[in-house]
């Protein structure tokens, strides 16, 4: 079984500022590891995403994951928030099974980035 | 082009109707998904196919089947519906074979309430 992790429903971060979302997964194998982020009324896009190589792995919109497999953690990291990058963010890992890459989803992260 | 589309975007319907919401990927990838968000944003899989035929089942009531009539298509049937049945429902697709660990694509969602 894989599971997936957001220890924190919100963030609230000030424009400039750092922000960093949280994820830990837990999954039998290398994990394929995700971010989507979600805005409101929307499907989810696609930010990054995480296979092999390189722990940090750089995505959209100047969004930045670290992998740590020790720690099973992938969070989510962006230099200097946009009060744009307000929305919601979703964790996933994918395994392959069954001949389809079976996503499973943290239950989101509300973030607000206050102007 | 929208690579993942889906229609319609809202359904309103009483209980004990049956209804479809239809989907189309125009990315040429291999497997499709259905996925639930309920009224708390939670995403969880409930089914996918590859080249047309159907992979994951994840615990889903029989009255909810997907049909694809071809491997850009997977349409979602639900028979009976029920209130609970109220829920965001997003398409997706990605490829699967030749080992390309590609990301989903999402649609926009369908916004299905019953009444």
């Known amino acids: 079984a894989q599971s997936v992790a957001q220890p924190e429903d919100q963030v609230n971060v000030a424009e400039g500022n750092p922000l960093t979302v949280k994820c830990t997964y837990s999954?039998?194998?290398?994990?394929?590891l995700f971010w989507y982020v979600q805005y409101p009324n929307r499907g989810l896009q696609f930010l990054l995403k995480?296979?092999?190589?390189?722990?940090l792995v750089k995505g959209s919109y100047g969004f930045e994951a670290e992998f740590n497999k020790s720690q099973t953690s992938f969070h989510l990291k962006k230099p200097s928030a946009l009060v744009s990058d307000s929305a919601l963010y979703f964790c996933?890992?994918?395994?392959?099974?069954?001949?389809?890459?079976?996503?499973?989803f943290g239950k989101g992260t509300k973030l607000s980035v206050i102007p | 082009d929208t690579a993942v589309s889906q229609t319609p975007k809202y359904l309103v319907t009483q209980m004990g109707n049956d209804k479809s919401i239809k989907c189309e990927q125009n990315l040429g990838h291999d497997t499709m998904y259905w996925y639930k968000q309920d009224s708390k944003k939670f995403l969880k899989i409930m089914f996918s196919?590859?080249?047309?035929?159907?992979?994951i089942n994840e615990t889903v009531p029989n009255r909810f089947s997907p049909k694809s009539p071809d491997k850009a298509h997977l349409n979602l049937h639900i028979n009976s519906l029920e209130l609970g049945d109220s829920a965001v429902y997003f398409c997706?697709?990605?490829?699967?074979?030749?080992?390309?660990?590609?990301?989903?694509?999402f649609g926009q969602g369908t916004r299905l309430t019953v009444v």
């Open positions: 995480y296979i092999t190589g390189d722990n």
């Open positions: 997706a697709s990605s490829q699967v074979t030749g080992g390309a660990n590609t990301e989903a694509f």
């Open positions: 996933a890992v994918s395994r392959l099974g069954a001949g389809s890459y079976q996503l499973t």
């Open positions: 999954v039998s194998g290398n994990p394929y």
């Open positions: 196919y590859n080249n047309k035929e159907l992979i």
